[in-house]
Every structure is written in C-alpha cells, then in structure tokens.
C-alpha cells in the first residue's frame, strides 16, 4: 500500500471541512486511519475535526476508537467525554471524567466538567460538590461560580448561590447573565431593593432584554407596586412581542387586584399569540371560577389539548380544573384530577431538581442531633441574650400561618417579615465557615453564635424596618424543623406554633401547585405528606421538651371560629394587648401588597369557616390518609 503523509492527508481534510465538504473531508483523514489503523493519534485528529464541527456522532466514533487504542490517555478520554456531554450523553462523560479526575486530581477544569455533566442529568448533589471541588482547586471560572450559583438556588440554598454571584459581581466579572441570576435570586429571597438595583444595571447594559423587562415586572409585582410592574411587563412585551410572557404577567397582576374584565382582555390577547400556553390559559379559566362560572372554567380547560396528554404545563390546567370541580361538590372527581395533576408534575421535573428523600433524611439527621443534645450545654453562660429577640411564627404549610401573620401584622406594634430566608441564612453562613449542619450545632463557641445572630439581624433589617419598641415576628412555617438552631442563636426567642387538623393541612398542600423543591416534591404524593407531617411533629415535640422552647399555640379552627379571644391570647403572649385593627385583617391584607403564598385570595376577605374539616367531604379518597394521621391528630387535640 502506497504510504500516506498523515500532516497533508490532515491539512486536506481540514481544507475541505472549511468548504463544508464532510465527505471530502472524511476521504481525506479517512486515508490515513486506514493506513494507520492502530495509531490512536490520526483517530484522535479526526475526532476533534468532528466535533468543530458539530458532527457528535463522528467524532464519538473516531475518539472511542482512539480511546480503545491508547486508553490511560487522559486528554483523549477528556475531549471524549465533552463530546458526550456535547452530544447530550452526560452520563457516558461522568464515567469517563471520573477516573481523569482521580489520575489527575488538581485540575479544575476536569470538576468543571464532571459538574456540568451531572447537572444535565439532574445529580444537583453531585454537580454542587464539583463545582465546589473546582473552585476549591483555584478555579476563578465565572461559568463555575454562575452554575454553582444556578445547582444552589434549585436545591434550595438560595443565600450560598447569593454570596457566590456576589463574588463575581465584587470582581466585576458579572455579565448580564451573572446580574440577571442574582437580580432573581433577589426578588426570591425578598431583597427588593437589591434586586431593584441589579435590574437596573443590568437593564443600562442591555435595554431591550425582555427577560431583564419580565424578571423587573415581577420584582414591582412583589412589592407591592401592581400599576409599575404592569407597566414594565409591557416593556418586555415591545421588546419581544412574539412572546407570550409579558402578557401574561399584566393579567396575574390584574387577576390579583380582582380587576377580572382586564385581565381577561390580556389573557386573551396571550392567547391569540399562543392558544396553547398553559399559564394563559389556566388563568382564563381561573378568572371564570372567580367569577362563581365553575362549568365555564372546566370548559376552557378541557377544550385545550394541553389537558389531555403529557404536554409541559399541562399539571397547571389539572390543578384548576380541581378547584372547579370540589366547587361544584363533585369530590371523588376533584381528587383524581388531583392525583394526576401531581403525578405529571413530578414527572416533568428534571430528575434530581427535587428529592423527597432529601427532606426525610434532613429530619432524620436533626432529630438524632435533637435527642443527642445536653441542654445544659447547649445555651452555655455568655450565649447572646437579648429581651427584643424575634418571635418565631412556625407551623407545617397550609396550617392558616398566613390568616395568623396578617392578623398580628395589622397591630401597629407587630411587624412580621413574610417567609424571607433568614433561618436559612444562618445555615448558610455555617457551611461558608466549614461547619456542618445540623451535626456541628451543639459545639459551636460563643463567638460563633454571636455572629449567627449578628448576621440575621442584618439580613433581617434589608427586609423589613422595626421600629423601637415593635414585636418583630419572623413567619416562616418550616422554620419548625430548625427550632434547635433557632434556640441556639435566640435562647430567649418565643414560638407561635400554627396547629390545623393534620387532614386538612394534607389535603390542602396537595390540592396546591407549588414550585416543586426537596419540601414541596413531597405533596405531590398525600400519603408521604401525612408520613413527613408525623415526621415534623415527632421532631418539634422532641426539641421542645430537650430545651424547654417557650410557646404558644393557634389553632386555625379556634382562629376562624373566635378571631377576638384566639387573637387576644396569642398577643398577649407577645406581651401586648388586642387592637380593634386586627379584626380588619383582610382590609390590611390588601394594603399590604403582594401576597407570596396560596393564601393570598383567602386572606383578603372576612373570615369563612367551608375549609374546616374539608377532609371529610373527599370519602373514601382520605382514608388512608386518616389512619396514617391517626396518632398525630391524637396527639395534636384532633381525635374525632
């Protein structure tokens, strides 16, 4: 065979593929791999002319091969295991990352990938840990830190992914990506004014961005300001009039404010841009229920092909079509649209983005810290003490946590922040000092707890001013899981406990579409809600006898039932008297402003009693239910 000069054969190749002549290209470099064929290197070549290509399969064929050839080449084995990633194989390129990361175990590039990698498949743990390995190993990456923030906030800790994008704004690193993520993350954790700011740059770089105009919408929306967060939304919607989303943000806020004719003439608008769009058209719906229209409502919802197949979104339509039916008292219907409204959400979340045995394992680990604790040593002599210490109103979701914080908030000497991550926060600080939580918790120094409690009062005060004088009440309900911690840092800290029938709490959390993390994953399924319910219960009793927690209890039904004489009580313990302003809850529910919880509609209206024992009403569909909650509901004061 006439010999073949691999350089020429090679330049050739790469002549033609300029062209955009692969099949010349391939008989060029296809000379030499014939001639060659155990050489790893004219495979290798052929490989990345592939894959600048974009010709994946290719350059998988030619680089496998090469692999096989000369398999501890860790360079082969790396360009491979991008093109997998490339080629959308994530998992092929973790196998082959892992062991490069082994043999070579300082270079940051080879954790950057194997992150990538596992976050395409939705590892959010294992793609954190690399993405922090890499930084670790020196790497100043923005994209590192940007897809660390972005696995942080999905997996819940939103205040480590805020530090991160922090860091790379501090290094003026952040490009409009960077300032849109952590403008977001802003608006998530409430720091408006913050997220104000970042919008605001970030909209003087780039004043035509939509998803800058959108994001901005939904910062005025959260605080409060409807008409500016219609007004931007508009914005977005000149900015990009092919899209759907500007529109449908004008008719949330107008749905909100209960201005139904406009909203509906918006929601129209999105649907002749898009008929199918599940928001659009779940709120068409909605306005129609709120207009008492229930069979209406389930009309448009059926006439949409989203409803009848596994289509994105399509979990949203089912969750309203619930809502009509148990309006229209048909129960058993309501609770199988229910089942497959939550069975489709959790199907269409990335796998990974949201673990419900995360959730059961973070109790299980508190709880064994809880029943190891020596109280005595706990709190020791010098823990910071202070007689304005917050109060901490906790509860499991959907136990009237919201009707109970609306109340108290309409005291002109009560100021309560709404579900604002300053718990969280703390915990956050604790792993950025290399601490573990909750294991590390009975051991840290003074020191330690004093700049725990320095740093939530800090973050505390970016939310919310408290006057001189004023109860500062922090309403987070599963911040009940964290009342070891919370006792640690605040030991005079006082607790309003929200208690509901556990069988009403679980129904509601599942008749709710939440965005699904670790917590809200674990209501799409009743019978595990009722088994982390007990779980949650079982761990607030245990810490509460260890360390002997000051608090008091509200019940929902005594809430609904005696407003004046519930409400006395609980502001009593706060060491305050009854105002004749909290029995206009509902008037300072809408002056207050946006509401972030499914509770919004309910808490800006008078009190009503038809959601008490609305477990009963679903039959036979809550039996087993029942018998799961059968010793909390004992335990709670609830036994038939």
């Known amino acids: 065979m006439k010999s073949v000069d691999p350089n020429a054969a090679f330049q050739a190749a790469e002549k033609a593929a300029a062209k955009g002549d692969w099949p010349g290209a391939r008989r060029a470099y296809g000379r030499v791999l014939k001639s060659m064929p155990r050489d790893w290197r004219g495979f290798y070549r052929a490989g990345l002319l592939e894959a600048r290509g974009q010709h994946f399969r290719f350059a998988e064929n030619a680089l496998e091969r090469a692999l096989s050839l000369a398999p501890d080449n860790a360079e082969i084995a790396a360009n491979l295991a991008q093109v997998h990633l490339l080629a959308g194989n994530p998992a092929r390129a973790v196998e082959l990352l892992r062991p490069i990361a082994r043999k070579a175990p300082k270079v940051p590039e080879i954790r950057h990938r194997i992150g990538l990698a596992c976050q395409e498949l939705g590892r959010l743990d294992e793609a954190e840990e690399a993405y922090r390995e890499a930084m670790e190993l020196g790497s100043r990456d923005p994209a590192v830190l940007n897809n660390r923030a972005v696995v942080l906030r999905a997996l819940g800790r939103s205040m480590e992914a805020i530090a991160l994008l922090e860091t790379l704004k501090q290094r003026g690193d952040a490009g409009i990506e960077t300032l849109n993520n952590l403008g977001n993350l802003y608006r998530v954790v409430g720091r408006n004014s913050d997220s ?41 919607a000149l900015c990009e009039p092919g899209a759907v989303d500007g529109l449908v943000i004008i008719a949330e806020m107008l749905e909100h404010r209960a201005d139904l004719a406009e909203a509906e003439r918006f929601v129209l608008r999105a649907i002749c841009v898009s008929p199918e769009n599940p928001d659009a058209v779940t709120l068409q719906a909605r306005i129609q229920r709120r207009r008492g229209d229930n069979e209406k409502a389930l009309d448009i919802l059926r006439a949409s092909p989203v409803i009848n197949a596994d289509r ?31 069975r489709r959400q959790i199907a269409a979340t990335p796998t990974g983005r949201a673990d419900p045995k995360r959730v059961f394992e973070q109790v299980r680990i508190l709880g064994e810290m809880v029943d190891a604790l020596d109280p005595g040593a706990f709190a020791p002599e010098g823990s910071p ?27 002109p000497s009560v100021a309560v922040l709404e579900e604002r991550p300053l718990v969280s926060g703390m915990i956050a600080r604790l792993r950025q000092a290399g601490q573990r939580y909750p294991q590390d918790l009975p051991y840290l120094d003074v020191s330690a707890v004093a700049g725990l409690r320095r740093g939530y009062l800090e973050d505390r005060d970016r939310y919310i001013p408290v006057p001189s004088g004023s109860v500062f ?50 209501f799409t399924d009743i019978e595990e809600t009722a088994r982390l319910f007990d779980a949650v219960f079982n761990l607030w009793r245990r810490t509460s006898a260890k360390l002997a927690l000051d608090y008091h209890a509200v019940r929902y039904e005594n809430l609904i039932g005696d407003l004046r004489g519930t409400a006395s009580a609980a502001i009593r313990f706060l060491g305050l008297e009854w105002d004749d302003a909290m029995a206009e809850y509902h008037e300072h529910a809408k002056r207050r402003g946006h509401l972030a919880t499914p509770s919004h509609s309910q808490v800006t209206q008078p009190v009503y009693s038809h959601a008490v024992q609305r477990w009963k009403r679903y039959g036979g569909a809550m039996e087993k239910t029942a018998k799961i909650l059968e010793p909390s509901c004992i335990a709670l004061g609830y036994g038939d």
């Not at 979990?315 to 199988?336: I, N, P, S, T, V």
């Not at 509901?500 to 959390?509: A, W």
Request: proline content about 5%.
């Open 312 to 342: 994105p979104g399509g979990h949203k339509l089912l969750f309203e079509a619930a809502q009509a039916e148990q309006a229209l008292g048909r129960y058993d219907q309501a609770f199988a649209t229910l089942v497959e409204a939550n």
């Open 196 to 236: 104000a700011a970042i919008f605001t740059e970030a909209l003087m770089r780039n004043p035509l961005n939509a998803h800058l105009h959108r994001n901005l919408a939904l910062l005025n929306r959260d605080s409060g300001d409807s008409a500016a967060g219609i007004a931007t939304a508009r914005r977005a």
């Open 385 to 411: 003490e202070a007689d304005d210490a917050p109060v901490f109103l906790v509860g499991f979701p959907r136990s009237g946590t919201t009707l109970l914080d609306q109340v108290l908030d309409s005291h």
């Open 473 to 522: 009440v922090d309403k987070m309900p599963l911040n009940i899981v964290h009342a070891a911690l919370i006792r640690r840092v605040f030991p005079k800290a006082p607790f309003l406990l929200a208690l509901r029938d556990p069988r009403d709490i679980c129904l509601s959390c599942f008749m709710q579409s939440f965005e699904l993390n670790d917590w809200m994953a674990v």
